[in-house]
């Protein structure tokens, strides 16, 4: 019997499996939840908008994700509150 010769491009591409010891999986820590907004926030997240902030800056700000402060400006979470940081501009 023959033994079959490797080229290099069979060892390196394709290198003998090799036995990974399993780690013990370290207990999941408990996030901490997202700031909710409240109405009186999203009046705010307005005023910040019309003043040329970035939502994600905004978001930073709240410590909340960017999709909240889109929620709110685009009407689905706490619909009014463009009303009424306009009617506390004047």
């Given at each position: ?28 820590r408990k996030r901490k939840p997202c700031y909710r ?54």
């Open positions: 019997m023959t033994e079959r010769s490797l080229s290099f491009e069979q060892t390196t591409l394709f290198p003998e499996p090799t036995e990974v010891p399993l780690k013990d999986k370290a207990p999941r907004l409240t109405f009186q926030d999203a009046v705010i997240v307005w005023k910040m908008r019309w003043a040329g902030e970035l939502v994600s800056r905004i978001a930073t700000a709240f410590d909340c994700n960017q999709g909240r402060i889109s929620e709110v400006l685009t009407g689905k979470l706490h619909p009014g509150s463009e009303a009424a940081a306009r009617a506390s501009m004047l």
